[in-house]
């Protein structure tokens, strides 16, 4: 049983990997054995993070913004330059933009949609080939996209692009996991709901109040997002293609 999650001798990269869910997923990655690579957009703090992970396991920081091209390319060939096969990719760099209907900008909707959706895409893209190359070895590489519980169902903030970036992130999952397993490479999504982060404010400075609406009585903590990236990421998820996993205490439930 330890061997089926197990993530010992596999070399993984977390996008928005500083803070978070995606500090959250790094670090299990590598409680499971695996040799962590995070990038996030500030570089202190995208040092700073793999320092003290590194307590844990190899856990290295590129630092780069996802959000560019030119920042994407520079990523690919800082990591190509440093190994010569992916096992697991997370897709977890993100943005969120709040505003009324009327008065909500065009720049709030490219941000979002440029990061949340478009960037995915392009650097499973680029990373590709590496992917396969970790393929080839006989157990299939991962790409795990951190969508979101508002693009499963509706809540009533105003977070238009948002829900339709991550909405479009879960079905865009669907679609590219039917291409990418014919090179051996299996494609899930994850769909959190509340946990304590940057992002999600509201779950981290008030969790006892955000509690009482959530069924299982709590919002999430660190094991309980590790534990699905994990189970994805090892050979415990290998036969599981194109499905987003809801981790949400029973919230997406509860709002149907």
């Excluded at 844990?56 to 010569?84: H, M, N, W, Y």
């Excluded at 970790?134 to 903030?157: H, L, T, W």
């Excluded at 955000?210 to 009585?217: E, L, M, T, Y």
Aim: a neutral charge; hydrophobic letters at 45%.
């Amino acid at each position: 049983m330890n061997d089926l999650f197990s993530l010992a001798g596999r070399t993984a990269i977390v996008t928005g990997g500083s803070r978070g869910i995606g500090r959250m997923i790094a670090k299990g990655f590598l409680q499971a054995g695996a040799r962590v690579y995070i990038t996030a957009r500030k570089a202190a703090v995208c040092d700073a993070t793999a320092a003290e992970l590194s307590s844990i396991g190899p856990c290295f920081s590129l630092p780069f913004d996802l959000a560019t091209p030119d920042g994407q390319r520079g990523f690919v060939a800082a990591f190509g330059a440093r190994e010569k096969h992916l096992d697991i990719l997370v897709n977890n760099a993100g943005a969120a933009w709040g505003a009324p209907f009327a008065e909500f900008p065009e720049q709030g909707w490219d941000k979002v949609v440029d990061l949340n959706l478009k960037s995915p895409f392009f650097l499973t893209q680029a990373l590709h080939g590496l992917l396969k190359a970790g393929a080839a070895g006989g157990r299939p590489a991962k790409v795990i996209n951190i969508a979101s519980i508002d693009g499963v169902s509706v809540n009533p903030m105003e977070t238009y692009s948002y829900a339709a970036s991550k909405a479009g992130l879960i079905h865009l999952t669907r679609r590219l996991a039917l291409r990418l397993i014919q090179d051996g490479i299996v494609m899930t999504a994850i769909a959190p709901g509340a946990f304590a982060s940057d992002m999600n404010r509201d779950a981290r400075d008030h969790g006892d109040t955000v509690a009482q609406r959530i069924p299982a009585g709590r919002i999430g903590v660190d094991d309980d997002m590790a534990g699905a990236a994990i189970y994805l990421a090892s050979r415990a998820g290998d036969y599981v293609v194109g499905s987003t996993l809801i981790v949400d205490g029973g919230v997406t439930h509860a709002r149907s």
